[in-house]
Every structure is written in structure tokens, then in C-alpha cells.
């Protein structure tokens, strides 16, 4: 399976899933920048991928802003010439119960887990579109699916209308030699969920057919997949990756 001379980004690439998404990139042969809003771990990890022999940007970006978004773009083609692979990743993931929802809250979990998103294909698009290559691959979750009482709503929501979003950059740029694909994880141990009571944790594994949660690097195989050459006939699909917890 191979990205041999890919351009990839990953944004909040810099721990938890994403860091295993720039990992496992990197070692299919990938050059990887690393979006995050946290630029010392991006530069530790872009230390890391160096490493293993491939090249590596560290960019402090925060994904809800046009203009970063545009000057993050704008500074990996500059390095390397061209954009392969999106990976829209970042999000944040806040728990107030329904009725406990602020506007504000409402507001800046859509702005950077799905107009994030938004911004980073559309200026990813105009480099991959001219190329006439490009993956575009979103990280949504089984929320997004069936909806969730521990994660807010505005996660679930954020998370169904990046399935969405992606599904219509499928269908737009389908004859441009760009795919689009979203991978929904269920429960993965990361910083994300570090804090959840320790009962839900179990409740959750106890619910998963495999038996137990995922670790960011069982996500990562599946993002790595979607990004390869191998994938070419994959657009607007949702993979699952949770252990069976949902099956459809
Ligand atoms: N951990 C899980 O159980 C789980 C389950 C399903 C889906 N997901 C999804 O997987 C993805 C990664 O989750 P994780 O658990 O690794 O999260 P995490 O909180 O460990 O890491 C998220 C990263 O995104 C960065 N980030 C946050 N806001 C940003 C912004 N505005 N701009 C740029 N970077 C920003 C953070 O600095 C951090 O490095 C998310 O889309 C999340 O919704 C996670």
C-alpha cells in the first residue's frame, strides 16, 4: 500500500488520532505537514517523521480561520510544490447535556469541527483540482451517526454534517481525480476522553463487540488506506471503525 512522493496534511495532526494519522502516512511514504493549534508537539512530531526518512512541516493553524487555513496551504505548496492528502481531523469535543448548550458553545464547536472542515477542502481543492489527484478524508465519529448523550449534540451534529460535507466534495469533484472519504471511529483511547469517568469508559467497551476501545493507530490504518493509490475506486464511503458498537 503505498503514498510514495504524496504531499499529505493532517489538521490536529499533532496528538492523539492525528498524530498516528501522520505517522502512518509518513511510513507509507508520504511527506507530512502537521496543522495544529499545539506547534511545540507538531515540532516534536515533525522531529519524529524526519526520522523515519521523510519530510516534515510543523504549522500552527487553527482550521475555523480562512486566512490561516489559506496561509497553511499556501506554505506547504511553497515547500513542496503540490497537495495530495487532507485529512480534516482536528475537532474539539465539549459534554454539556442538551439543555445546558450555550449559543457560544453551539457556534464555536460548529465553526471548527465542521466549518473547519469546510475551509480546509475548499482551499485544498484549488491546489488538488489542477493536479488532477487528490483524498480528502474526514474523521467523523459513530455520533455523527447515531447521535450521543455524552458528547454534546453540537458534537454529534458537527460530526453527521462532516459526512455530509464530504459526500458532496465527492460528488462535485468525482471527475477531477479527487475522492472523498469519511472514517467514523467509535470510542479511541486518546487526551479526547482521558477524563470520562472511568464507568462510562467500561460501559462503552462493555457495548463494543470486540471488547475493548480503539487505539489511534487502528484508526490511522483505516486514513492510510484511503489515502493510498490502492483506494482509487472508494468515494463518498464511511467507514466504520468501532468494533462492531455500530453496524449498518
Ligand atoms: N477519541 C475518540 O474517542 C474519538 C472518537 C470518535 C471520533 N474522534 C475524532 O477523531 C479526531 C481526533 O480526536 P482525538 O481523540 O485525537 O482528539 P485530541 O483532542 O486528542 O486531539 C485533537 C487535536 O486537534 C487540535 N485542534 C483542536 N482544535 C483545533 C483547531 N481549531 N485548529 C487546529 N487544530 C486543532 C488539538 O490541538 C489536538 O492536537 C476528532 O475529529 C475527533 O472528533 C475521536
Given at each position: ?60 493553524v487553527d482550521v475555523s480561520r480562512r486566512d490561516e487555513v489559506r496561509e497553511m496551504v499556501g ?44 475551509i480546509?477542502?475548499?482551499e ?125
Amino acid at each position: 500500500m503505498g503514498s510514495q512522493g504524496r504531499v499529505a496534511v493532517v489538521t490536529g495532526g499533532a496528538r492523539g488520532i492525528g498524530r498516528a494519522i501522520c505517522l502512518a502516512l509518513a511510513r507509507q511514504g508520504a511527506d507530512v505537514a502537521i496543522a495544529d493549534l499545539n506547534l511545540p508537539a507538531a515540532d516534536e512530531l515533525a522531529a519524529e517523521i524526519e526520522a523515519l526518512g521523510r519530510r516534515a512541516l510543523a504549522l500552527r493553524v487553527d482550521v475555523s480561520r480562512r486566512d490561516e487555513v489559506r496561509e497553511m496551504v499556501g506554505r506547504i505548496v511553497a515547500a513542496w510544490g503540490r497537495l495530495d492528502i487532507l485529512v480534516n481531523n482536528a475537532a474539539i469535543c465539549p459534554m454539556a447535556p442538551f439543555d445546558q448548550i450555550t449559543d457560544e458553545q453551539w457556534a464555536r464547536t460548529l465553526a471548527i469541527n465542521l466549518q473547519g472542515p469546510f475551509i480546509c477542502s475548499q482551499e485544498a481543492v484549488k491546489v488538488m483540482k489542477p493536479q488532477g489527484w487528490g483524498r480528502i478524508i474526514a474523521i467523523s465519529s459513530v455520533a455523527g451517526k447515531m447521535g450521543s448523550v455524552r458528547s454534546g449534540a453540537d458534537y454529534s451534529a458537527s460530526k453527521g454534517g462532516v459526512i455530509a460535507l464530504t459526500m458532496c466534495i465527492a460528488r462535485t469533484y468525482a471527475r477531477s481525480g479527487i475522492t472523498a472519504n469519511v472514517v467514523a471511529p467509535g470510542t479511541v483511547h486518546t487526551d479526547l476522553n482521558r477524563n470520562w469517568p472511568q464507568e462510562a469508559l467500561d460501559d462503552l467497551e462493555q457495548r463494543t463487540p470486540l471488547g475493548y476501545l480503539a487505539e489511534p493507530e487502528d484508526i490511522a490504518a483505516a486514513v492510510a488506506f484511503l489515502a493510498s493509490d490502492e483506494a482509487r475506486y472508494i468515494t463518498g464511503e464511511v467507514l466504520d471503525v468501532n468494533g462492531g458498537f455500530l453496524m449498518d
